[in-house]
């Protein structure tokens, strides 16, 4: 495995445009974000609390102008632009929770940073090539992902040139010894957990590149790391494919995690005490603000083609 440090890259020039987009973003919207949809909402468990956050969300979208639908059995919510490219990135983000949980970081921070992804990018050109997925069904075996990508993705005449899968993106703590290490990876990392983690395979290995040369370049105050699996190895490693992003592996479709590692570092970790006041939500907005510079350069590349 590869390890990448944003740090180790030579910066370019921040973008003036981007810099007064990030603005809009602040912690305090997060934070509404993350609370509003801190409630147990297992698709099971919490059948009703759960088609509720879909409809919020749906609405969420809608507010700023996409096009909304939901898919599929599982009811994944989409939202695009009105007119979509033949090429897009797909930003995604699980919105169910395991039973009993509010489910604050596993996953009401990664929709907080999707939502305000998506409302910075219809800010910034509405018709950028840029789909968004809420999925459902992730903690039951990403059912909603593998839908998506089995069921819908081959119908609807575009290409994906890379996903972005936040999967908890909102815990971090400076503290010695507050990061660890999946048990098996041959990786090292800091033991301090207040980076940013992107996980992807060789099919992503280009993507990913030019994520960290961007969060460089936009966030450079954000420590970012990113873990390359080499040469296929990753089906050896189980606890590589435990989100969203691995029904895009599985196609052969260059897709990035981004995470704060999860259980590796969050105490909080599939428990009732997952609420909103254990988040970092300075650490959130980077977050955000670092994955939108990142779809939006992405997203110009597509266009400039």
Known sequence: MLIRKASRLKAGVPSTLLQELFATITPAML??????ISIPRHMAANPEANAAVAEWLAKEFSDWDYDVQFQ?????????PPVVADKVL????????VPTTPGADDNGSAVAAMLGCAKMCAEFLPELPVV??????????????QDWVARHLPNT???????????????????????????GLPISLPDR???????????GAAAMKTALQTIRT???????YGVEVLLGLEKYFPVLHRSDHAPF????????????????????????????DTLDYDFLTQVTQAVTAVVLTQAGSILSK
Not at 252 to 275: K, L
């Open 72 to 80: 599929g059995e599982f009811r994944n919510v989409i939202a695009q």
């Open 249 to 276: 592996w599985k196609a052969g479709i260059p897709s990035i995690m981004w995470t704060d590692t999860s259980e590796f570092r969050n105490p909080h970790y599939h428990s009732r005490t997952d609420t909103p």
């Open 193 to 203: 957990g207040d980076f940013i983690g992107l996980l992807t395979n060789r099919h």
């Open 90 to 97: 797909v930003v995604g983000a699980h919105y169910d929770s």
């Open 132 to 145: 968004f997925v809420a999925f459902n069904g992730e903690e039951d075996g990403l059912l909603g992902s």
């Open 31 to 36: 934070r509404g974000w993350v609370e509003r």
């Open 218 to 224: 936009e966030r450079p105050q954000l420590p970012a």
């Open 157 to 183: 005449g575009y290409r994906v040139e890379c996903a972005h899968v936040l999967e908890m993106v909102g815990y971090a703590s400076s503290a010695p010894g507050s990061q660890m290490i999946p048990p």
